[in-house]
């Protein structure tokens, strides 16, 4: 039988696979006249087949055929360890989580750059500390590795006031700001000296810019600008305070800047202030009923930043009754500066320095942020009981943890204190005896935490809730048109997770569930779920849609 081409396997001499008039034969052991050869169908034709070609770069085949077009085979490819992230940039607590687009993967093995690992292989994680994190993953027991150096930067808990000292001139503390593409897999901010348009600088030299040294680019993108989360639990007048910088060419458009903030850790985010707010100077300029409104592909809802300024003075009073919702009396708030860029207009409108923010602080009453992160809390219903369960990290000068429990979700009194432990990691138990039946007609019953440190500061957990009404396993998972991630309260500890499309393709899969959330992937696309949940009593099954 004619051989019409031949290929030796690069990372084996031994392999190799020959073209002939039935298809495509190969061998794993080249031994001269006793050589084995046999049918490689896996993706090739069993036809004549005239050349054969390999793919420098990962070593995959091309077959080409007689009158039967072109076969591809992985034969001779390699394992590759490849991974993303949903987000690289977030808060304590805040789960993060990972994708594998290895090739040819068959096990993995993840280290997050805190001591933690993973076998899954598309883990979830939670960072419990700041700064940041060298991600590994390891596929198919050293196969390959592929290792991102700070990939992920968890951005710290801050107390107030927040002065320039402290890192608000961008001179120290650098890991306390950082940024992140939204859409468009562009993040245009830098930390640095500005050399472009836009140099002027307040304080020593660094600012956080849109490009240090070029223009804006055309495209289709947003990107934030992120700041810690700060305590802003104590009564009182806030200021948030900032110096900017711009350069535009048209005033509605192709770009536009904003202030936003979070109260959940950057689960959410709600546009700071409207144009010519009383509460703020030199607030925005634009807004829907203004000259020249932003244009909604920009913003949506037209407001925001388009003008030619330097190193102008901004100030918002965060404790106004227009910022709805309110931050103060909250214990974690972030701020984000918001660069939104639209495609379509002329060259000449993107060349510009965009915008340059220096010296940000926030003015206070005083809040320290207690040192222990609050890793999980659970409720749990056991016969009549109530087992109350929560776990910590890094604690430090922690006095005490108060349970408090509440019949409506806004009352709530003292049940026990517990001695804070101050080790590293900490786990805390407390059965709630007849929490069940002393719930009377409630339907359900809510704990929170009231932890105090050493020198009196106090902050306030999460609430975990507990259904008290019905008997069995009783899950609740909300909403029903979700964003990127559930809420779910349970009657018992929920064992596994599984969330499968309307294909049957099992999407995520998860042994526990962090702080009542479940965090599913920013790519998903949108569609109808199944969540199918299971507990030691039973599982639940619900339908929800990715809006």
């Not at 000292?165 to 859409?183: L, V």
């Not at 500066?337 to 926030?362: K, N, Q, R, T, W």
């Not at 069940?436 to 929170?448: E, H, L, Q, T, W």
Request: with cysteine; glycine share 8%; proline share 5%.
């Amino acid at each position: 039988m004619p051989i019409r081409w031949a290929l030796f396997n690069p990372a084996n001499s031994d392999q190799a696979v020959v073209a002939t008039e039935l298809g495509v034969w190969s061998t794993d052991n080249l031994i001269g006249g006793a050589t084995n050869w046999g049918p490689s169908n896996s993706g090739l034709a069993n036809v004549r087949v005239d050349m054969l070609q390999l793919r420098t770069s990962d070593n995959f085949m091309i077959a080409a055929t007689h009158g039967r077009g072109m076969f591809s085979s992985d034969a001779f490819t390699t394992p590759i360890a490849l991974f993303t992230a949903d987000k690289v940039t977030t808060y304590q607590g805040v789960p993060v989580s990972f994708t594998s687009s290895s090739y040819k993967g068959t096990s993995w093995n993840w280290t997050f750059g805190d001591g933690n690992t993973s076998t899954t292989e598309n883990p979830s994680h939670a960072y419990a500390t700041a700064g940041k994190k060298t991600v590994t993953l390891t596929i198919n027991s050293g196969a390959s590795s592929l290792t991102k150096t700070a990939y992920i930067h968890v951005l710290p808990n801050r107390g107030t006031p927040y002065t320039l000292a402290q890192g608000g001139n961008f001179e120290s503390n650098a890991n306390d700001f950082g940024s992140m593409s939204i859409s468009g897999s562009t993040d245009k901010w830098e930390r640095g000296v500005p050399t472009n348009f836009l140099t002027t600088v307040n304080s020593p030299v660094n600012v956080w810019k849109t490009d240090l040294d070029a223009d804006l680019t055309s495209g289709t993108y947003s990107s934030a600008f992120m700041t810690p989360n700060y305590n802003f639990s104590a009564a009182g007048g806030y200021q948030l305070r900032f110096r900017r910088s711009m350069e535009i060419v048209g005033c509605n458009a192709p770009f536009a800047v904003q202030v936003q903030y979070s109260l959940d850790k950057g689960l959410t985010w709600n546009r700071l202030g409207v144009n010519a707010d009383p509460a703020a100077t030199n607030w925005y300029n634009r807004g829907p009923a203004t000259g020249c409104p932003i244009d909604a592909i920009v913003f949506p809802d037209r407001y925001g930043w388009t003008l030619n300024t330097n190193n102008t003075l901004c100030t918002f009073n965060l404790d106004a009754a227009s910022v709805i919702p309110a931050v103060v009396g909250q214990p974690y708030v972030a701020f984000r500066f918001v660069l939104s860029v639209a495609a379509g207009y002329g060259a000449g409108s993107y060349a510009a320095d965009g915008f340059m923010v220096d010296d940000f602080e926030i003015v206070g009453p005083f809040n320290a942020t207690l040192a222990v992160n609050l890793v999980n809390f659970t409720a749990i219903k056991k016969d009549n009981d109530a087992l109350i369960n929560w776990r910590t990290s890094n604690e430090v000068d922690i006095n005490n943890y108060l349970l408090e429990r509440s019949y409506d979700g806004t009352a709530f009194s003292p049940v026990t204190s517990l001695p804070a432990k101050n080790n590293t990691i900490n786990t805390y138990n407390y059965t709630d005896v007849n929490a069940v039946v002393n719930a009377g007609s409630s339907k359900y019953i809510y704990y929170r935490l009231k932890i105090t440190d050493k020198t009196g500061r106090i902050k306030y957990s999460e609430i975990a809730k507990l259904t008290v009404t019905k008997t069995g396993p009783q899950i609740t998972i909300a909403p029903t048109v979700f964003t990127n991630y559930v809420s779910v309260y349970s009657t018992e500890p929920i064992k596994q997770i599984q969330v499968f499309d309307m294909n049957g393709k099992q999407v995520y899969q998860a042994a526990n569930i962090i702080g009542n959330k479940i965090f599913l992937n920013n790519n998903l696309p949108k569609g109808m779920y199944l969540f199918k949940l299971f507990t030691a009593g039973g599982s639940v099954t619900r339908k929800l849609v990715k809006g």
